[in-house]
């Protein structure tokens, strides 16, 4: 790595690292700032908005990561756990718990929810790559397969919209439009480690996605079993997909626009890219998270959010030249 190379990614770190610090001082601080009473703002602070800050982190490095991944995987600058497929199938149990459980049930919807959608997105992910499998593994087949799965599962889900009340249909919308704040304590002791185990495997990964750049044949020659290392990769993204999914709903752009940003400003090395996508994942969420804290009158939908900041500087991003086919 050149020095010029080196600084740009210190002086990126520091950016993620600071925009961080702040997303996380500014939620603690917006309740502490208040005149609330201590017991209240201890309250609020450990059970609403440590809980918010983990999601936050835990959701944007589990995207952001298996974002890049799946791009050097699949060797398609567009692969990202929504387009793919991964998580239409968590979307689709979700609209299913939602809209199909039964009163008697609806008590428990908020600990069947996480578990449902973690099931679908490893239901999807198994079907995608047995249909792959099938068309001789390519690439482009896990892709096309990943479209198909989403529109069926878009397909199922327009259904359902058309038999089911105002209020259900209120609460899937919501949903599929992503939300921080549907986590406590007991869904972070569950899906926190799973994410940072698969998080932490993506990384282990970086060396071997480093010799694919160069082909699959130059992979195979330089040690690296091309085909199990895809399976692996496809099934770390899916665990950590399919629990970010389930504690936070549907999130759009992040794992796509994320790695994307991160590759024009420091190089395709994933020694590199994987972490600083994980920190900036995390970072960007948690401003995001900010950002509805700060206008306490309505809880804004994080898609909502990161489509409108994404939407541009991906357009940037193309005008740059850093997304080709």
Sequence with gaps: MTLIRRNVVNV??????????????GIIGSTWCSEAPLDLKQHITVQLQLPLILTACLVGAALSVSGATLQVVLRNPLADPGIIGITSGASLVAALLLLLTPRWASAYLHYLLPLGCFVGALLSTFIIYRIARK??????????????????????????????????????????????YQTNWLILSVGGPLIAAAVALQLHFAADLNKLYAGEL?????????????????????????????????????????????????????????????ISGASLLTLVALSSELTRAITLPVSMVTATLGGPLLIWALAKGQIKG
């Excluded at 770190?13 to 001082?25: E, K, M, N, P, T």
């Excluded at 068309?135 to 599962?153: D, R």
């Excluded at 400003?265 to 972490?275: D, W």
């Design 12 to 25: 990126v770190i520091i950016f993620v690292s600071l925009a961080l610090l702040l997303g996380v001082a």
């Design 135 to 180: 068309l001789l593994g390519s690439s482009t087949a896990v892709i096309l397969a990943g479209v198909a799965i989403s529109t069926l599962s878009g397909a199922v889900i327009a259904w359902l919209y058309m038999f089911s009340d105002a209020n259900a249909l209120r609460n899937l919308t919501f949903w599929l439009m992503g939300s921080l």
């Design 218 to 278: 130059a992979a195979k020659s330089s040690g690296v079993d091309v085909e199990k290392l895809t399976e692996r990769a496809l099934i770390v993204c899916a665990v950590a997909v399919g629990t970010a999914v389930s504690m936070a709903g549907s999130i759009a752009f992040v794992g796509l626009l994320v790695p994307h940003i991160l590759r024009l400003l420091i190089g395709h090395n994933n020694r590199y890219l994987l972490p600083l996508s994980a």
